[in-house]
Every structure is written in structure tokens, then in C-alpha cells.
């Protein structure tokens, strides 16, 4: 049992039990690089306000230094009676350069350094989600450009509606999954604020630089308010809100490679490298990784209900509870990452079964309205259209035929207005080609969105990624 900061204070020794219970070391111990950071750079700041002299600044982070590559090796000693990360460091930097280590926390406070920690981690995992969103939006874009003609069932309420272009369908991801990286960014500006400086919650009393601790951590700005600062999860949340809607997303496009690849549509293959089989059924190849994210995505949503939960009795500032917010947050990041990961890799290797979608979006009186919208055309308004249109329908129906494999005759009994054009107008290709409205299935929009959607990733890309210099 190690000694406690607070002993002094203290008639008692901590109970074992109040020790595990306590204890956050098991998951605060994967933000040790960025707390050791941050201990650098409040070192050097505190250095150069001359709240400690250069020589023990560098005694220190030469410390910190070893520390660092002690954990990166595996020799660390985790202990519970060290509760976190903060304290197992401060304490190691004891053992490793004498009582100046007990100078480091100096003007500030757990409450800061927490808060400091976990900005960094998101900051830089939200990065690497970018990443891979701008990756997934770039695989939805390549199968559009190469499904530009093929042609599916549109579905609403999953009873087929009217034929679209699948490189339609693949786009309307790609619109979720920008968005989604949009969500992001805005997120990224407010986990981009220095907390440190704020110490337990009042500021502090020594002269500190919180601008410089800014410029050497990268932070472009300063958080305004020290009681806010300590007590805020909000970034937190909104991270988790917009990791909910992503995995939301991912669920939809999971739901649909499990129906698509069922027997019943047969409209895409899975690749062998990302199915599993049955112990029992030697026929079946199941799609476990679709149906995992899609179960995963429960574990996102979780992660954000808990932490409101957490939060919405808390007075302000600091409150322990708060030490809750990480596991479900370092949950919810590997979740989406693993989620992002595994389709990228995963959907450019899909079979297309282009004869079955098409087979599809040609039976089931899908032209219904492109006939009614004919006679529109020729001068019937829209509800009279509907009604013959819905007579033929039935009589179709009756005859176990499609409305393009009735006679001129027969459709004619319906209305003498329609003509031997109807037949082109009939057809899968002239239905999505004519929806040439802004947004619409048409092919020459779909070549259209497709090129400003590749354009689009190219000034994401940038916008995130800066090349240096730049
Ligand atoms: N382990 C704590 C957390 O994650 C660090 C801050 C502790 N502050 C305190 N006053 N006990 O929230």
C-alpha cells in the first residue's frame, strides 16, 4: 500500500475495498502517452513563468521520459492503491528523480489534468475516424462508378417502389457517412480547448502561461471559464451522439447486406474471407460480420445514454461519477474504428448479382406510376391516370402478367389515350433515366453527383489532412 497525497489530513488508512472500488487505473491507464505529454509541457510552461528553475524542469522531464518508455516496454508496476494514471506517474517520477518530482503538480489539479488527457486521446482518435470515413465515403464512390448501370428495385416500406441506379444507392451512403464527417469536425473544434490551467476549479494563485501550455500541446484555443472547464463532458457527448448516428448508419447498410444476401433477394454475394459457416449446416454461409456491427452499434448507443445519465445530476464543478465517462468512451471509440474498418476492407469485395436486381425491378408492376405519369402527359389529370392505371393493374394481375407484357389493346381498354410509345416508357432503363429532377436516379445526375462527390472527399481530405506546409 503506497502513501496517500491527502494523508495528512487523514486519522485512517484508505480501506482495501474503498481502494478497488475506487480505482481507475485498469482504464485510465491507456491515456499514459498523453498524460506524460501534458506533464511536459506544464513543466516547460511552468519553468518559463519561473514558478520552478530550468534545471528542475529538465530534471523532470527527463523523468518522465524514462516513465514513458518504461510503460511502452511492459515494466510498469499498476497498483490500486494508486487509483489512476496521474498519480501512478507522479509517484513512479518520485522513485525515479527524488522530491523534485513532488514540484510537477504544481498549479494544477487532477480535475485539469483529466480533463486535459481525454481531449487529447479524442482529439486524435476523432482524427483517425476521419480517416476512416473519408476512406468508407472513397469505397462507396468506386462502387458507384462501377455500378452505374446496373438497376434495382427502389424499396419503401421494403415492398418495391420504382427502379433506381444501384450507383444511386451507394450514393445516398455516401451522403450519410459525409454528414457523419461533418458531425465530426464540428465536434473536433470544441475537444480542441486547453483545459490545463483550470486547476480543482478556481484557476490557481501562481503566475501561469496558458497560452504557452496551448501553443506546445497544439491547442488552438483556451478554455474560458475554470469551473466549466473541469466540470464539462459536453464534447464527450456530442462524440458519442455523432458516433451513435455513424453506427446508426452502419446498422441500416448492415440490415441491408443481411437481407440482400439472403436467398429470398439474392442480390449480392459475400466474400468467403468475410462470412462464417454453421457448425451443424454444412449448406449455410452466414453473414456474421454485418450482423455483428449491426449488434455492436447497441454498444455505442449505450455508451452515450450511460454518460448522460452520469452527468445530468451532477452540481458543478468536478464530481467523481465523472470518472465513469471513460470506459464507455474508449468503448465506443474501438467500436466504430472496428466497425469502419471492417467494411472498408469488406464491401469493395461484394458479388453483384446485377441479373437478379434487374430481374427484380421488373416484375411487380413497378412502372405503375410511370404509366399513370404518361397519361398525365397526355392530358389526363394525375387522379383519373391513377384510376385507370389501377384497372389495368388489376386486370394484369388477373392474366399473371406485367403491365409491359399486356397488348396495346389491352392496355388501350383502359384508356384510349395511351400509344405505342407507352412500351419504351415502359421500361426499367427509360423509368430511372427520365427522373431527371435535381437528386433524382437519373443517369447523367448519378454521373453528375458521382463527380462532385469524388471532388468533395478531395476537399475533405484536405480540410482535414492539411499536406505540411500548407
Ligand atoms: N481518476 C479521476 C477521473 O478520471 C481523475 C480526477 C480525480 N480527481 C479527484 N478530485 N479525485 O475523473
Same mark, same amino acid.
Given at each position: ?91 513512479? @517520477?518520485?522513485? +525515479? *528523480?527524488?522530491?523534485? $518530482?513532488?514540484? =510537477?503538480?504544481?498549479? !494544477? ?5 483529466? #480533463? ?5 486521446? @479524442?482529439?486524435? +482518435? *476523432?482524427?483517425?475516424? $476521419?480517416?476512416? =470515413?473519408?476512406?468508407? !465515403? ?5 462502387? #458507384? ?326
Amino acid at each position: 500500500m503506497s502513501e496517500k497525497p491527502w494523508e495528512g489530513r487523514f486519522a485512517e488508512k484508505t480501506d482495501r475495498l474503498v481502494e478497488s472500488f475506487t480505482a481507475s487505473i485498469d482504464v485510465d491507464r491507456h491515456l499514459y502517452a498523453y498524460d506524460i505529454e501534458g506533464s511536459v509541457a506544464h513543466c516547460r510552461m511552468l519553468a518559463r513563468a519561473g514558478i520552478i528553475t530550468a534545471e528542475e524542469a529538465s530534471q523532470l522531464v527527463e523523468g518522465l521520459g524514462r516513465i514513458r518508455r518504461e510503460i511502452e516496454r511492459g515494466n510498469f508496476r499498476y497498483d490500486d492503491s494508486l487509483e489512476d494514471i496521474h498519480m501512478h506517474i507522479e509517484a513512479r @517520477l518520485v522513485q +525515479e *528523480v527524488g522530491t523534485v $518530482a513532488q514540484k =510537477l503538480h504544481t498549479a !494544477r489539479s487532477r480535475n485539469d489534468q483529466v #480533463a486535459l488527457d481525454v481531449r487529447m486521446y @479524442l482529439r486524435s +482518435e *476523432v482524427r483517425e475516424i $476521419a480517416a476512416y =470515413l473519408i476512406a468508407l !465515403r472513397g469505397v462507396f464512390a468506386d462502387l #458507384a462508378g462501377a455500378h452505374l448501370d446496373v438497376i434495382l428495385p427502389g424499396y419503401t416500406h421494403l415492398q418495391r417502389a420504382q427502379p433506381v441506379l444501384l450507383a444511386h444507392h451507394w450514393l445516398a451512403y455516401y451522403e450519410m457517412f459525409t454528414r457523419d464527417s461533418e458531425r465530426l469536425q464540428e465536434n473536433f473544434a470544441r475537444i480542441n480547448v486547453l483545459p490545463l490551467g483550470a486547476a480543482a476549479l478556481a484557476g490557481t494563485t501562481y503566475p501561469i502561461d496558458r497560452a504557452y501550455t496551448a501553443e506546445l500541446l497544439d491547442f488552438p484555443a483556451v478554455s474560458a471559464n475554470s469551473i466549466d472547464t473541469v466540470g464539462d463532458r459536453d464534447f464527450m457527448l456530442e462524440f458519442l451522439s455523432a458516433a451513435s448516428i455513424c453506427m446508426m448508419h452502419l446498422s441500416r447498410l448492415s440490415e441491408e447486406l443481411v437481407l440482400w444476401s439472403s436467398a429470398e433477394f439474392g442480390f449480392i454475394g459475400l466474400p468467403d474471407a468475410f462470412a462464417t459457416g454453421s457448425s451443424i449446416m454444412p449448406q449455410k454461409k452466414n453473414p456474421d460480420v454485418p450482423e455483428l456491427v449491426r449488434g455492436k452499434t447497441g454498444r455505442v448507443y449505450g455508451a452515450l445514454v450511460a454518460l448522460l445519465t452520469t452527468m445530468k445530476g451532477l452540481p458543478l464543478a468536478y464530481n467523481r461519477d465523472m470518472q465513469e465517462d471513460k470506459g464507455p468512451l474508449f468503448d465506443a471509440v474501438n467500436t466504430l474504428k472496428g466497425s469502419l474498418g471492417i467494411y472498408i476492407r469488406m464491401l469493395p469485395k461484394l458479388t453483384i448479382n446485377a441479373e437478379a436486381m434487374q430481374r427484380a425491378a421488373a416484375t411487380g408492376f413497378l412502372n405503375a406510376t410511370d404509366l399513370a405519369d404518361y397519361l398525365v402527359t397526355q392530358g389526363l389529370p394525375f387522379r383519373k391516370a391513377h384510376g385507370c392505371v389501377g384497372q389495368a393493374v388489376a386486370f394484369a394481375l388477373s392474366v399473371k402478367r406485367e403491365l409491359h407484357e399486356l397488348t396495346l389493346e389491352e392496355l388501350q381498354r383502359f384508356s384510349p389515350l395511351v400509344k405505342a410509345d407507352i412500351f419504351e416508357v415502359l421500361t426499367t432503363r427509360q423509368m430511372v433515366d427520365r427522373r431527371r429532377s435535381l437528386g433524382g436516379t437519373a443517369t447523367e445526375n448519378v454521373k453528375a453527383a458521382l463527380a462532385l462527390a469524388r471532388q468533395r472527399l478531395e476537399d475533405d481530405r484536405r480540410s482535414w489532412f492539411p499536406a505540411p506546409g500548407a
